[in-house]
């Protein structure tokens, strides 16, 4: 079975006492709403609405185009008022759906239905989750239904539900599976019918008592799912990391979860496939964690996928003065942004507001001491993977595994020179990739 821990490791200051015993406040939105047609890991969905049409609630505005893609639903009703790019968390410039909110919300014929997953096929199960929407809601946004439709599902023996939530300053799963967490298991008993040979395992950081609490007693009658209560340490929510610590099986990058027989989903995707499948509800809305010494009133929002983040800064009463830092997602392995003019996707978990870039300071010759090296969870050595990459000798680098590399950000995190090592090795091991996709073409 699983382990009690995995090599490597730190532990950052959490944070998470700003927000953590604050209830969820429910966010409406004020303004248009923009809704990028990449939200997800793969190919863009493809917009099927126009400029002038009104849609619903629920309606589907952007069609998956391709087999690793995501439908993207409206969460308001209203008009489409334009199709252009605009901004997201990547500073990429993506192609937009935006909508004028008439503040309605009138609903497609069906929305919030009920439904007996229990009568309902894998095919019709799969296809609400895919018809919702739903993509990794921890970060990645990889297409849900494809993740529940592996090449042999026979071979699926666990289904692990993540909610470690080992990111400094995020709670927005926390609070999830303190106000909901019916909803989560729902979503995992979904799951679990269709894998006839799985068990389900909930892992929860040690941290996190209450919610240790209340699904061990949500599933103490039932044999097939266990709450597995993992160490608090970071990066402790990495798919590599959970699946060693719950099963004992070991992942690299050529492999998925599904080819070590495990499926691997975040507490926030449950309960959207529990939502899709069983209350024909459609992924509109998110629970996002606004936090960070700069803002005024830290604590977490329901709100509706398409809303801008400026709203959600202004509704936490505001920062106390300008941050010097934004980072959407954790501190750890989120995006640094110069604006918050952008609007909530699938995959955004988080506003945090700094006072000080910590990382902004000047970088000094490397010791030796190799604290890189220790703290790497996949027992890599970062900093000579650096160097490989600093001086482009990318055939030494891929002999060092530089493409296990996770992008945890543990080695730069505890490293006495201040090196840049997590952004050098990832930039290395991009190129790398690209490189090999340009000679496949």
Same mark, same amino acid.
Not at 263 to 281: D, G, H, L, R, W
Not at 300 to 320: Q, Y
Not at 338 to 354: A, D, E, H, W
């Given at each position: 079975?699983?382990?009690?821990?995995?090599?490597?490791?730190?532990?950052?200051?959490?944070?998470?006492?700003?927000?953590?015993?604050?209830?969820?406040?429910?966010?409406?939105?004020?303004?248009?709403?923009?809704?990028?047609?990449?939200?997800?890991?793969?190919?863009?969905?493809?917009?099927?609405?126009?400029?002038?049409?009104?849609?619903?609630?629920?309606?589907?505005?952007?069609?998956?185009?391709?087999?690793?893609?995501?439908?993207?639903?409206?969460?308001?009703?209203?008009?489409?008022?334009?199709?252009?790019?605009?901004?997201?968390?990547?500073?990429? *410039? @993506?192609?937009?759906?935006?909508?004028?909110?008439? /503040?309605?919300? #009138?609903?497609?014929?069906?929305? !919030?239905? %009920? +439904?007996?997953?229990?009568?309902?096929?894998?095919?019709?199960?799969?296809?609400?989750?895919?018809?919702?929407?739903?993509?990794?809601?921890?970060?990645?946004?990889?297409?849900?239904?494809?993740k529940l439709a592996p090449k042999?599902?026979?071979?699926?023996?666990?289904?692990?539900?993540?909610?470690?939530?080992?990111?400094?300053?995020?709670?927005?799963?926390?609070?999830?599976?303190?106000?909901?967490?019916?909803?989560?298991?729902?979503?995992?008993?979904?799951?679990?019918?269709?894998?006839?040979?799985?068990?389900?395992?909930?892992?929860?950081?040690?941290?996190?008592?209450?919610?240790?609490?209340?699904?061990?007693? *949500? @599933?103490?009658?039932?044999?097939?799912?266990?709450? /597995?209560?993992? #160490?608090?340490?970071?990066?402790? !929510?990495? %798919? +590599?990391?959970?699946?060693?610590?719950?099963?004992?099986?070991?992942?690299?990058?050529?492999?998925?979860?599904?080819?070590?027989?495990?499926?691997?989903?975040?507490?926030?995707?449950?309960?959207?496939?529990?939502?899709?499948?069983?209350?024909?509800?459609?992924?509109?809305?998110?629970?996002v964690t606004i936090s960070g010494?700069?803002?005024?009133?830290?604590?977490?929002?329901?709100?509706?996928?398409?809303?801008?983040?400026?709203?959600?800064?202004?509704?936490?009463?505001?920062?106390?003065?300008?941050?010097?830092?934004?980072?959407?997602?954790?501190?750890?392995?989120?995006?640094?942004?110069?604006?918050?003019?952008?609007? @909530?996707?699938?995959?955004?978990?988080?506003?945090?507001?700094?006072?000080?870039?910590?990382?902004?300071?000047?970088?000094?010759?490397?010791?030796?001491?190799?604290?890189?090296?220790?703290?790497?969870?996949?027992?890599?050595?970062?900093?000579?993977?650096?160097?490989?990459?600093?001086?482009?000798?990318?055939?030494?680098?891929?002999?060092?595994?530089?493409?296990?590399?996770?992008?945890?950000?543990?080695?730069?995190?505890?490293?006495?020179?201040?090196?840049?090592?997590?952004?050098?090795?990832?930039?290395?091991?991009?190129?790398?990739?690209?490189?090999?996709?340009?000679?496949?073409?």
């Amino acid at each position: 079975m699983g382990k009690s821990t995995f090599m490597g490791g730190i532990h950052p200051y959490e944070g998470k006492e700003l927000t953590m015993d604050k209830p969820t406040t429910v966010l409406l939105p004020k303004g248009e709403l923009v809704f990028p047609m990449s939200q997800h890991i793969g190919a863009p969905a493809k917009p099927v609405v126009a400029v002038g049409d009104y849609v619903l609630v629920g309606q589907k505005i952007g069609e998956a185009d391709g087999y690793i893609s995501s439908n993207v639903i409206s969460s308001v009703s209203g008009t489409v008022k334009a199709i252009e790019k605009r901004l997201v968390v990547t500073g990429k *410039l @993506v192609e937009s759906i935006v909508i004028e909110n008439d /503040h309605e919300y #009138k609903k497609i014929e069906g929305y !919030g239905k %009920e +439904r007996d997953y229990k009568k309902m096929s894998k095919q019709e199960i799969r296809e609400a989750v895919k018809e919702a929407g739903i993509v990794g809601l921890g970060g990645a946004g990889f297409p849900t239904n494809v993740k529940l439709a592996p090449k042999d599902e026979d071979a699926i023996d666990y289904v692990i539900i993540n909610g470690a939530e080992c990111e400094p300053y995020l709670t927005s799963d926390y609070r999830l599976m303190i106000e909901e967490p019916e909803k989560i298991v729902g979503g995992l008993k979904i799951i679990l019918s269709l894998f006839k040979n799985a068990k389900g395992i909930i892992a929860i950081e040690d941290n996190k008592p209450e919610a240790i609490k209340k699904f061990q007693e *949500l @599933v103490s009658a039932d044999s097939n799912i266990e709450v /597995h209560i993992v #160490k608090t340490k970071y990066p402790q !929510g990495g %798919e +590599r990391q959970l699946v060693y610590v719950t099963t004992g099986r070991k992942l690299n990058s050529k492999k998925l979860p599904a080819d070590v027989g495990c499926v691997v989903n975040n507490v926030a995707t449950a309960a959207a496939v529990y939502m899709a499948v069983a209350k024909s509800t459609p992924l509109t809305n998110r629970i996002v964690t606004i936090s960070g010494d700069a803002v005024n009133n830290p604590q977490n929002f329901d709100v509706l996928i398409g809303t801008n983040f400026g709203e959600i800064v202004e509704a936490a009463d505001g920062f106390k003065q300008q941050p010097e830092k934004i980072v959407f997602g954790g501190p750890m392995m989120g995006m640094a942004m110069y604006t918050y003019n952008i609007s @909530v996707t699938k995959t955004t978990s988080s506003l945090l507001g700094f006072l000080v870039d910590e990382a902004a300071v000047e970088e000094s010759p490397c010791i030796r001491c190799g604290r890189c090296t220790e703290v790497c969870p996949l027992q890599l050595v970062p900093v000579q993977l650096a160097i490989l990459g600093a001086h482009n000798d990318e055939e030494r680098f891929v002999k060092m595994d530089g493409l296990e590399c996770c992008g945890c950000g543990s080695c730069s995190y505890i490293c006495p020179a201040r090196k840049g090592l997590t952004q050098q090795i990832l930039q290395t091991k991009n190129q790398v990739l690209a490189n090999r996709r340009k000679a496949k073409a």
